[in-house]
């Protein structure tokens, strides 16, 4: 099923937003840039800067995500969108 998922798409186009910067995030940006995907990490800026720092497709930005405009904002921009923060943030994301 997931080849069928995938079949055809040129993954490497796609554009992941990375929303968090705790333990499992690094790993999830380093599969994901290996792999050519684009990798937007939002978080605080300095935390996101960290995250990405040495891996070639990752991008950080400064994100809010109580700044439901600023949210939206990102969201369009991306593919996909992995939210690695705390559970009672995901409704906003959601939306």
């Known amino acids: 099923m ?13 554009e992941v937003l990375l929303l968090g910067a705790g333990f499992v995030t690094k790993p999830t940006v380093q599969v994901l ?7 937007v990490v939002g978080w605080t800026l ?3 800067k960290k ?3 040495g891996i070639e ?5 400064s994100l809010d995500v109580t700044d439901s ?5 990102e969201v ?9 923060i ?3 943030y995901h409704a906003a994301i959601i939306k």
């Open 2 to 14: 997931e080849d069928e998922m995938w079949a055809g798409q040129d993954v490497a186009r796609f």
């Open 33 to 39: 840039s290996d792999a050519q995907i684009t990798v």
């Open 46 to 48: 300095e935390s996101a």
């Open 51 to 53: 995250l990405c720092q």
């Open 57 to 61: 497709n990752a991008h950080p930005i």
């Open 69 to 73: 405009e600023a949210l939206d904002a």
């Open 76 to 84: 369009a921009k991306a593919d996909v969108v992995v939210s690695l």
């Open 86 to 88: 705390p559970y009672t």
